[in-house]
């Protein structure tokens, strides 16, 4: 047979033949963490309020969709004020993160929606609360709107700890 006729697991054996099992059982797990992909969805942040997903495990990595200041249980914001609203987006992040084996110091990159620029200070205020020690690296933006009128959205990607 040709390589390309073969199924995943024919194929890693027929190119490591000669080596030993643990290269083969290395060369798996490479590939199948390399090509998977899995949904993260916890009842302990606010469910999606569109076609998408909580959040994505691949590659060693989740990918945390965009996160409003929601209540997970009335679905209405917490708070009407900026500082409230930032405090329960990353609250309900931290809670995705852990439910997809992560954490808030496993974070690397975030990117931060503001509804008004002049916010900034005050959520910085409150995002270097959760954020302590070695931040991660960070883009802010102004738009025009976002979801539900909120304040701020904050959306993350976090090394996995398994």
């Known amino acids: 047979?040709?390589?390309?006729?073969?199924?995943?697991k024919q194929w890693y054996q027929r190119r490591v033949r000669g080596f030993n099992s643990s290269v083969y059982?290395?060369?798996?797990?490479?590939?199948?963490?390399?090509?998977?992909?899995?949904?993260?969805?916890?009842?302990?942040?606010?469910?999606?309020i569109g076609p998408y997903s909580q959040a994505i495990?691949?590659?060693?990595?989740?990918f945390v969709s965009g996160c409003i200041g929601l209540d997970k249980d009335t679905m209405d914001f917490s708070s009407p004020?900026?500082?409230?609203?930032?405090?329960?987006?990353?609250e309900n992040m931290a809670a995705i993160l852990e439910a997809g084996g992560s954490s808030l110091k496993s974070v690397?990159?975030?990117t931060i929606l503001l509804k008004d620029i002049n916010d900034f200070a005050a959520v910085n205020?409150?995002?270097g609360k959760f954020f302590p020690v070695d931040p991660p690296a960070r883009a802010t933006y102004a738009v025009a709107a976002l979801p539900k009128n909120a304040l701020v959205e904050i959306e993350c990607i976090a090394l996995l700890e398994e």
């Open 1 to 8: 047979k040709s390589l390309a006729s073969l199924n995943t």
């Open 57 to 62: 495990k691949a590659n060693g990595q989740l």
């Open 108 to 110: 690397v990159k975030t």
């Open 25 to 48: 059982c290395v060369c798996m797990k490479r590939f199948i963490s390399d090509t998977m992909r899995s949904v993260v969805s916890t009842p302990n942040a606010p469910k999606a």
């Open 81 to 90: 004020t900026i500082e409230g609203q930032t405090e329960k987006v990353l």
């Open 125 to 127: 205020a409150i995002y």
